[in-house]
């Protein structure tokens, strides 16, 4: 069986420590009064690894970069038509899709991050920068911090859901890629 290295270590690394993360700044953001100090620390980190990823796209191997999976609108729905007659062709890397899903996975990170450092709790404080806005302002900050979480939690449940659903219906398991780095390569259908 022939195995491509696909997934770069930093981009597994990057990838499950967002994963955990993310789930920590839920945690901590339900229990803000014990945890903010927590919270804050982990949301510097999910904006670093955001920076971080946003540089790797240009820097990193093949299948890391944006140039091997941001496709335009055509190719993206010519992918979407085929889905739908069960006829998309395999992609190693990224399919385009999920491209564009990793695109709005990073921007609403980088928002939740960016509220998050102007967002102020009336009993605990708040980011670091909340006193640079006015108050009328960082209340807009604070509710947009909350609700944008919601609208990032649907699209990790999207994200979670279509990999189950490429599992079930592809049969093809992406999560193991995602740990050990190497895709099986082998079918004849792949798209390098
Ligand atoms: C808060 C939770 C999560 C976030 C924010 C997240 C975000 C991301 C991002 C940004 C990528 C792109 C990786 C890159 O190229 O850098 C990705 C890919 C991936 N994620 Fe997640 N993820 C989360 C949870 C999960 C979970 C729980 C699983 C396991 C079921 C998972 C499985 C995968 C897989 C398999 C890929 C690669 C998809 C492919 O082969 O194209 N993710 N995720
Ligand atoms: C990107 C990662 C982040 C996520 C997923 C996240 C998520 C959350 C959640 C779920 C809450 C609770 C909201 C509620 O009360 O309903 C919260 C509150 C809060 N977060 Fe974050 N946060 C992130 C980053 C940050 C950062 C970088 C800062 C500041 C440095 C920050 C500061 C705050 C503050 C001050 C609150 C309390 C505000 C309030 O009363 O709601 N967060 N966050």
């Known amino acids: 069986m022939n195995k491509t290295y696909v997934w770069d270590l930093p981009t597994r ?9 993310v789930a920590f700044q839920w945690l901590s ?15 510097y980190a999910i904006l670093a690894l955001v920076a971080f990823r946003l ?14 999976f941001l496709h335009g609108i055509g190719p993206t729905l010519a992918y979407a038509r085929a889905l739908r007659a ?16 990793i695109v709005a996975l990073l921007a ?13 709790d009336e009993v605990v404080g708040g980011g670091p920068l909340r006193h640079m806005v006015s108050e009328h302002m960082g209340e807009i900050l604070t509710g947009l911090h909350e609700a944008s979480f919601n609208l990032l939690l649907l699209l990790v449940v999207a994200h979670v859901a279509s990999i189950v659903a490429h599992r079930r219906f592809k049969g093809e398991d992406l999560v193991r890629p995602m740990l050990t780095g190497y895709k099986d390569s082998d079918e004849a259908s792949k798209k390098q």
């Open 29 to 43: 953001g339900e229990f803000k009064d014990q945890l903010l100090e927590f919270h804050l620390l982990g949301g």
């Open 55 to 68: 540089l790797w796209g240009f820097v990193g191997s093949r299948y890391a970069r944006f140039s091997d």
């Open 108 to 120: 609403m990170l980088a928002l939740q991050g960016m509220t998050g450092l102007f967002a102020r």
């Open 86 to 101: 069960n006829a998309a062709p395999r992609y190693l890397g990224h399919n385009p899709l999920g491209g564009w899903m």
């Open 13 to 21: 690394l990057f990838h499950w420590s967002l994963a955990a993360l």
